[in-house]
């Protein structure tokens, strides 16, 4: 039994260790998805402008100048940007979850720890 409750220990320790590794990391990934999904609102606002402008243009010259295929290829490339960014705020959210996990585990597994120092039974003597 002594050694069982040795074996639980050691695996609570690799557990925390491992939490206490990720954490930063997923931190860090979600800070980078949250810096990319900005820019890519950004990029989004300046192709809107952009193709109203290019329209304005289009109607103000006097020399029929085609632009509607560029005008079409802004909105296709507005298209990919939101669909891009639908992706990275999905990540976000997943990553979110995981951390919130990382975090709710972690305290978990300190209370766990802090209670079995509280029984000297559970623990081997030093």
Do not use: W
Not at 92 to 117: D, I, W, Y
């Amino acid at each position: 039994m002594a050694a069982g409750s040795g074996g639980s220990t050691a695996r609570e320790l690799f557990a925390e260790g491992l939490l206490q590794f990720l954490r930063p990391a997923v931190r860090q990934l979600d800070g980078h998805v949250h810096a990319v999904r900005e820019s890519q609102v950004e990029l989004r606002e300046h192709i809107d402008s952009l193709a109203t402008e290019l329209c304005r243009i289009n109607e103000d010259q006097k020399v029929a100048l085609d632009l509607d295929p560029y005008v079409k290829k802004l909105l296709n490339a507005r298209r990919r940007v939101v669909l891009v960014n639908n992706i990275l705020q999905n990540a976000q959210e997943r990553l979110r979850r995981l951390n919130h996990s990382v975090a709710k585990e972690t305290v978990r597994r300190k209370a766990m720890l802090e209670a079995a120092g509280s029984y000297p039974q559970g623990l081997p003597g030093k």
